[in-house]
C-alpha cells in the first residue's frame, strides 16, 4: 500500500534551516509528482511547492521563492524539503502529499510533521 | 491569481443535508477538488473532478459545478462528519495549487 512516512518533530530558532524529509513506499517512486503543503495552527492548507521525482523539476510558490527548495533521492525514495531564515510564522505542520496520476489533486498524504520556531 | 472562498464554518442536525461552496475568482474554472481533515490527521481527498468519489468514500458525499461556484453536499449528515472541508484547484497552465480557507462543519 502507497505511504509517506515523514521525519519527526523539529524546533528550529529563528533565522535557521529547516530539513525535513518524507519516504514513501509503495508505489512507483519516478511516476507520481511530489508536494509540500503546510498549516500553520489553527489555520488552513498552504501550497508550497512540487517536484518530479523524475528529473528533479521543481515549481514553488511564489511566496516561498528563494527561501525553499524540495528535492529527491530516489535511491531511498525520499523527497526532502528545505526552508532557509525561517521566521515565527514559519511554525506549522509540514506534510508530503503524492499527486494524483491521473488529475491535479493529492491522493496520499504524510502525516505531518510538526515545526515550532522558537528563540 | 487564482482564489477559491469558502464559508468559515456550516451547522446541521444529524440526518440532514450540509452544503459547503467553493468560489473561484476567475473563468474558466478549473477542476475542484474536497478533502476532509478531522481534528490532528493529514487531509484525506473526498470528491475529485468536482463530483467523483474515490473508492471508500460514503456516497452521502457529491460535488456539483455551476459556473464560478462549486458545491460538496453531504446528504443525512453522521456526527462523524464533523470536521475541516477543503476544496482545491490547480492552475496547470502555471503550475500552482491552491485551497480555499476551509470550512468548519458541525453537526448540532
Known amino acids: 500500500q502507497v505511504q509517506l512516512v515523514q521525519s519527526g518533530a523539529v524546533v528550529k530558532k529563528p533565522g535557521a534551516s529547516l530539513n525535513i524529509s518524507c519516504k514513501t513506499s509503495?508505489?512507483?517512486?519516478?511516476?507520481?509528482?511530489l508536494h509540500w503543503v503546510r498549516q500553520a495552527p489553527g489555520q488552513g492548507l498552504e501550497w508550497m511547492g512540487i517536484?518530479?521525482?523524475?528529473?528533479?523539476?521543481?515549481t514553488y510558490a511564489q511566496k516561498f521563492q528563494g527561501r525553499v527548495t524540495v528535492t529527491t533521492d530516489a535511491s531511498t525514495r525520499t523527497v526532502f524539503l528545505e526552508l532557509s531564515s525561517l521566521r515565527f510564522e514559519d511554525a506549522a505542520v509540514y506534510y508530503c502529499?503524492?499527486?494524483?496520476?491521473?488529475?491535479?489533486?493529492?491522493?496520499?498524504w504524510g502525516r505531518g510533521t510538526l515545526v515550532t520556531v522558537s528563540s | 491569481s487564482y482564489e477559491l472562498t469558502q464559508p468559515p464554518s456550516v451547522s446541521v442536525s444529524p440526518g440532514q443535508t450540509a452544503r459547503i461552496t467553493c468560489s473561484a475568482n476567475t473563468l474558466p474554472k478549473e477542476h475542484v477538488f474536497w478533502y476532509q481533515q478531522k481534528p490532528g490527521q493529514a487531509p484525506v481527498l473526498i470528491l475529485y473532478k468536482d463530483s467523483e468519489r474515490p473508492s471508500g468514500i460514503p456516497g452521502r458525499f457529491s460535488g456539483s459545478s455551476s459556473g464560478t461556484t462549486d458545491t460538496l453536499t453531504i446528504r443525512g449528515v453522521q456526527a462523524e462528519d464533523e470536521a475541516d472541508y477543503y476544496c482545491?484547484?490547480?492552475?496547470?497552465?502555471?503550475?500552482?495549487?491552491?485551497f480555499g480557507g476551509g470550512t468548519k462543519l458541525t453537526v448540532l
Open positions: 502529499a503524492r499527486n494524483s496520476g491521473f488529475d491535479l489533486s493529492f491522493d496520499f
Open positions: 482545491q484547484s490547480a492552475v496547470s497552465s502555471s503550475t500552482y495549487w491552491v
Open positions: 509503495g508505489y512507483s517512486f519516478s511516476a507520481y509528482y
Open positions: 517536484i518530479n521525482p523524475s528529473g528533479g523539476k521543481t
